[in-house]
């Protein structure tokens, strides 16, 4: 959690026209801030989501969370991994509850990883898949092109992108174009849609993302380092080769990640007030 915090707060931070002023939100009546429970000290510089509503907010970050499969023991040949169902997640009331106010009360929402997923089947209907064992989990560093080039988000980005994957679930870009009211704008033959848009009731653009954007070059080795010993296999593109050590990382697109951020926040959040202002 403290390291999502970090990863998003970097990007936010480093804005040099424009004075942001970030706020931590919280579910209110949060199990996991009880004494004793897994996050009550961190949630304690948290804003409850009911008093966010009522100040209001100009933009907003959605994250992922490490909900998004739930693992079985079945035999060797099955598939141990499975969709976590909506009404198992502790928050989803909330949740949903969130994405409403923001559709008509945020000019432009990111909505990252799982947060993509929810939201999406939330609004337009569309329910993710699960990629099998033999697939194995989409991991590492992927080329994705720019379909959309007058997108206002791609705005001074490479024509091709580079972004870290790290995910079992996936919807398939057919099913994004097949929804009139998506816009796709930026994909990747192997790891599908990066990026894709859709207009809002508040007057703005929401961004939806598949990938992780705001992740340092050394993210995916800790995420490997921490699961390797449950199978995980390497991530691709990532180590210089294939020697899973910190020194051999390459890692080639923190570029890129800074220029989505400063688009959404400069030309999505407070249109005209872009880093070239």
């Known amino acids: 959690m403290e390291a999502t915090e970090v990863q998003w707060l970097r990007w936010i931070g480093r804005q040099s026209?424009?004075?942001?002023?970030?706020?931590?939100?919280?579910?209110?009546?949060?199990?996991?801030?009880?004494?004793?429970?897994?996050?009550?000290?961190?949630?304690?510089r948290y804003m409850p989501l009911s008093m966010v509503r009522d100040e209001g907010l100009d933009g907003l970050i959605v994250t992922g969370d490490n909900l998004e499969i739930r693992k079985h023991?079945?035999?060797?040949?099955?598939?141990?991994?499975?969709?976590?169902p909506d009404q198992d997640v502790t928050y989803h009331s909330q949740l949903t509850e969130l994405f409403d106010w923001a559709d008509q009360n945020v000019r432009s929402t990111i909505y990252s990883c799982l947060a993509a997923y929810f939201v999406l089947r939330h609004r337009f209907g569309l329910v993710r898949d699960v990629r099998?064992?033999?697939?194995?989990?989409?991991?590492?560093?992927?080329?994705?092109d720019i379909v959309a080039p007058n997108s206002e988000l791609?705005?001074?980005?490479n024509d091709v992108i580079r972004a870290p994957h790290s995910r079992w679930s996936n919807l398939p870009v057919e099913r994004i174009l097949n929804e009139g009211a998506l816009d796709l704008v930026a994909c990747s033959e192997e790891a599908g849609w990066?990026?894709?848009e859709a207009s809002n009731a508040a007057g703005g653009k929401d961004v939806f993302v598949q990938a992780h954007p705001e992740y340092d070059r050394l993210d995916l080795h800790r995420e490997y380092e921490r699961d390797r010993a449950e199978g995980l296999a390497m991530p691709v593109n990532y180590y210089n080769g294939d020697d899973p050590t910190e020194e051999n990382v390459v890692y080639l697109?923190?570029?890129d990640g800074r220029v989505f951020h400063e688009n959404w926040i400069g030309n999505l959040v407070y249109p005209g007030y872009s880093q070239s202002a």
């Open 17 to 44: 026209v424009l004075q942001i002023v970030p706020i931590l939100i919280k579910f209110d009546d949060d199990k996991r801030e009880a004494q004793g429970a897994s996050r009550e000290d961190i949630l304690k």
């Open 73 to 84: 023991a079945y035999g060797p040949s099955s598939n141990p991994h499975e969709i976590l």
């Open 132 to 144: 099998t064992q033999e697939e194995g989990k989409l991991f590492g560093v992927y080329d994705h």
């Open 154 to 157: 791609v705005q001074g980005m």
């Open 194 to 196: 990066l990026f894709v």
């Open 253 to 255: 697109c923190t570029a």
